[in-house]
């Protein structure tokens, strides 16, 4: 998984829930154009994914590492 598809399926999650993400922002003490840019930034990490999806009550769980031959 990239980096940008960790952030479509946060947006993804958003969208699902009806949440905006002017609400989403406001929760996490930014602006909504401060939320967006965080969203498009290139190493968007699984912790910046979790700071936003826990203001909607979701979190990512496991993430799997491993070894291919």
Sequence with gaps: ????????MVIK???????S???IANKLGM???QLDNMLKKKHFSINDANS???VIGY???KVEIKKIS
């Design 13 to 19: 999650i958003i969208k699902d829930n009806g949440v």
């Design 31 to 33: 602006s909504r154009q």
């Design 21 to 23: 993400k002017t609400f």
């Design 52 to 54: 936003i999806l826990n």
């Design 1 to 8: 998984m990239t980096n940008q598809d960790l952030s479509d």
């Design 59 to 61: 979190a990512i769980d």
